[in-house]
């Protein structure tokens, strides 16, 4: 048996926009309702400058040379008077600063031993300038 006589429907040549306009749709209305989010501003409280102040004193010079000597402020320390002198300096000022230059052939041990006596004495503002 054989359909005779069947019509075949001509193919559809248009393409069908409905889906892409209701996608477009949705997104239209997504950013209507999230761009008034978007502009809104927010409360912010970044309090104000402090006064100034007085100056911090200017940074402790402690040089480590390559034999292992301390020089703080020109004057040549052993390992066992540095501490105190940095204490002494911590008590005066407790805002002081510790500025370190280490001269390139220098033991990291007596690196370590100043770095611990400025910590010990309760110095936190330690820096490290070249040589």
Not at 39 to 59: I, K, W, Y
Not at 84 to 109: F, I, N
């Amino acid at each position: 048996m054989a359909f005779a006589g069947s019509v075949r429907a001509a193919p559809m040549s248009g393409i069908n926009i409905t889906p892409l306009v209701d996608v477009l749709l949705v997104l239209l209305i997504i950013f209507m309702i999230a761009a008034p989010l978007l502009s809104r501003t927010l409360p912010l409280d970044l309090g104000h400058a402090p006064p100034d102040g007085p100056e911090p004193p200017p940074p402790l010079q402690l040089r480590i040379g390559a034999e292992g000597q301390f020089v703080l402020q020109q004057v040549p320390l052993s390992p066992r008077l540095l501490g105190g002198a940095l204490h002494a300096a911590q008590r005066l000022d407790p805002r002081v600063a510790l500025q370190v230059s280490v001269a390139p052939e220098a033991r990291y041990q007596q690196v370590a031993l100043a770095l611990a006596s400025a910590r010990n004495a309760g110095i936190s503002a330690i820096g490290l300038a070249e040589e």
